[in-house]
């Protein structure tokens, strides 16, 4: 009698072939991958050999650098090192380009490179896909639609709406006043902001700061998604010389990192309000939290006529003093905030001016 074509050890011999042929095949693959990444780490070197960076690992970069709640505090310590822009490796061949250098940082606010979608695309299923996410001639044609409805004429009827969300503020910080302990003003102003957009955006008749008065287990809270804030931007960026590195890295642009660069601010850490004003050394190098070029935040002039008349009429009725026993821990999340909230001591100002004419 003879053998079946499909006897046990026959299958078993076929599969074992079969079963080697891909083991090679999966190593050639494996090894050919390594071979891209090497050369493809090798090219990196070479093109961002003029900005060096501290030591990293082949693999895992600076991963050890990256404590949790310790970004500001690496950025301060690379700055004072590299005062320009340093490579940040984040594993393999990915790397970003930290810059902090006033004039690198105006040269590509100045150019039209889209924004890297790295470190924003968990925001689109939250905010959509607007100004901020938008890139190309369709960002253009939003944002010249909108750009009429925060001009300066327009936005001026606002500030009444804006005064009377802050007075509530105000009045509810009067009712504290007499617990003679510090307040935590964070989640306080985080709802007046709200209540003052709900009325000038959406035309909101109530208010959300009297319909939901702050919880105090809210305060300082720091649940927000993380690490890609501080008042920074990522873009995809070609280097003279080199072919576009967007597919390999990102060129992060470090507001935190400009402003406490002591090559531009001779002792950043020093409260000095007249280095800012026009005319002196620095003026020219400082970015307000709203970026530049083109793509600059398109409710600036709102922002800042909603600060100018917190800050006014707050000072108007309180003097306010720091809390030395909590003071604030700078981390960077969506945007750059303290871990353990904002504590202050209110001074109600004797006789204080009646606010309600002065805006």
Same mark, same amino acid.
């Given at each position: 009698?003879?053998? !079946?074509? @499909? !006897? *046990?050890?026959?299958?078993?011999?076929?599969?074992?072939?079969?079963?080697?042929?891909?083991?090679?095949?999966?190593?050639?693959?494996?090894?050919?991958?390594?071979?891209?990444?090497?050369?493809?780490?090798?090219?990196?070197?070479?093109?961002?050999?003029?900005?060096?960076?501290?030591?990293?690992?082949?693999?895992?970069?600076?991963?050890?650098?990256?404590?949790?709640?310790?970004?500001?505090?690496?950025?301060?310590?690379?700055?004072?090192?590299? *005062?320009?822009?340093?490579?940040?490796?984040?594993?393999?061949?990915?790397?970003?380009?930290?810059? %902090?250098?006033?004039?690198?940082?105006?040269?590509?606010?100045?150019?039209?490179?889209?924004?890297?979608?790295?470190? %924003?695309?968990?925001?689109? *299923?939250?905010?959509?896909?607007? @100004?901020?996410?938008?890139?190309?001639?369709?960002?253009?044609?939003?944002?010249?639609?909108?750009?009429?409805?925060?001009?300066?004429?327009?936005?001026?009827?606002?500030?009444?709406?804006?005064?009377?969300?802050?007075? #509530?503020?105000?009045?509810?910080?009067?009712?504290?006043?007499?617990?003679?302990?510090?307040?935590? #003003?964070?989640?306080? #102003? !985080?709802?007046?902001?709200?209540? &003052?957009?709900?009325?000038?955006?959406?035309?909101?008749?109530?208010?959300?700061?009297?319909?939901?008065?702050?919880?105090? &287990?809210?305060?300082?809270?720091?649940?927000?998604?993380?690490?890609?804030?501080?008042?920074?931007?990522?873009?995809?960026?070609?280097? /003279?010389?080199?072919?576009?590195?967007?597919? /390999?890295?990102?060129?992060?642009? /470090?507001?935190?990192?400009?402003?406490?660069?002591?090559?531009?601010?001779?002792?950043?850490?020093?409260?000095?309000?007249?280095?800012?004003?026009?005319?002196?050394?620095?003026?020219?190098?400082?970015?307000?939290?709203?970026?530049?070029?083109?793509?600059?935040?398109?409710?600036?002039?709102?922002?800042?006529?909603?600060?100018?008349?917190?800050?006014?009429?707050?000072?108007?009725?309180?003097?306010?003093?720091?809390?030395?026993?909590?003071?604030?821990?700078?981390?960077?999340?969506?945007?750059?905030?303290?871990?353990?909230?904002?504590?202050?001591?209110?001074?109600?100002?004797?006789?204080?001016?009646?606010?309600?004419?002065?805006?």
């Amino acid at each position: 009698m003879s053998v !079946s074509v @499909l !006897s *046990p050890s026959r299958l078993l011999g076929d599969v074992s072939g079969i079963l080697q042929a891909a083991s090679l095949l999966i190593l050639l693959l494996l090894l050919i991958k390594a071979v891209q990444l090497y050369l493809h780490r090798q090219w990196l070197l070479k093109a961002l050999q003029q900005f060096p960076c501290p030591p990293s690992h082949w693999l895992f970069g600076h991963i050890q650098e990256l404590q949790q709640d310790q970004e500001l505090q690496r950025i301060q310590k690379w700055v004072e090192t590299f *005062p320009s822009a340093c490579p940040h490796w984040l594993w393999g061949g990915k790397v970003r380009v930290q810059l %902090y250098d006033p004039d690198y940082m105006k040269v590509i606010l100045g150019r039209s490179d889209p924004k890297s979608h790295g470190s %924003y695309r968990f925001l689109a *299923p939250w905010i959509g896909y607007g @100004l901020l996410l938008l890139n190309g001639q369709t960002w253009f044609q939003h944002r010249r639609m909108l750009t009429p409805a925060f001009h300066y004429d327009i936005l001026k009827p606002y500030v009444g709406l804006m005064a009377d969300s802050v007075r #509530v503020m105000l009045d509810k910080w009067e009712e504290l006043l007499g617990q003679d302990s510090p307040l935590e #003003v964070f989640q306080h #102003v !985080s709802l007046m902001t709200l209540d &003052t957009i709900m009325k000038c955006a959406f035309s909101h008749q109530g208010s959300i700061q009297v319909d939901r008065p702050s919880d105090p &287990t809210e305060e300082g809270s720091t649940t927000e998604g993380g690490g890609a804030g501080e008042d920074q931007e990522e873009e995809a960026f070609g280097f /003279s010389g080199y072919p576009p590195l967007g597919q /390999s890295i990102m060129v992060l642009l /470090s507001i935190y990192g400009l402003h406490h660069n002591p090559k531009v601010w001779p002792n950043p850490e020093v409260f000095d309000p007249f280095r800012f004003a026009p005319g002196s050394a620095q003026h020219s190098h400082a970015f307000l939290p709203f970026s530049g070029g083109s793509r600059n935040c398109i409710g600036k002039q709102f922002a800042m006529n909603e600060l100018k008349v917190a800050t006014a009429l707050t000072l108007l009725r309180f003097e306010l003093l720091p809390d030395p026993t909590r003071i604030p821990i700078p981390i960077a999340r969506l945007v750059l905030k303290s871990k353990n909230g904002i504590h202050l001591r209110l001074r109600r100002l004797p006789n204080p001016c009646e606010d309600k004419d002065q805006l």
